[in-house]
């Protein structure tokens, strides 16, 4: 099922955001699903982030939750820190050492593992991100 909603994912990304999806199996038996190249809207301090977020294990059953944007420092135009954003939370079971991310405590108001999908998940990411706040 990841497979088939990553290919959605991928394509989607691609076609609306000219953005690159990749995934990558932790350790900790989750997906690290990664947008290269993710264009931001005006009011952010980058112009393009990579957005990573984790499929956790038991996934779609298990809610992704959270997500991380790279380079750390992601800030508001005005040097601002974003609504409920830090610099110190690591993904978890990243398998890339002192990697630097800003993370993003943001959160699913609902779930249903039959018609939600990784998609589903990165649209709530990409309408946290624009506007910028």
């Known amino acids: 099922m990841i497979e088939q909603q990553f290919e959605v994912l991928s394509n989607e990304c691609l076609r609306k955001h000219h953005a690159q999806a990749s995934r990558l199996a932790l350790p900790n038996g989750s997906q ?35 997500f991380w944007v790279e380079p750390a420092g992601l800030r508001l135009a005005d040097g601002g820190t974003p609504q409920n954003s830090n610099d110190a939370n690591p993904i978890p079971g990243d398998t890339q050492p002192g990697r630097r991310t800003t993370w993003f405590s943001w959160h699913l108001q609902g779930w ?22």
């Open 32 to 66: 690290l699903i990664s947008i290269a190249d993710f264009p931001l809207a005006l009011g952010w301090n980058q112009q393009k982030v990579t957005v990573h977020f984790v499929a956790p294990p038991g996934y779609p059953a298990a809610k992704p939750d959270c």
């Open 112 to 133: 249903d593992p039959n018609q939600d999908s990784l998609l589903t998940f990165f649209e709530v990411i990409r309408q946290r991100l624009s506007p910028a706040r």
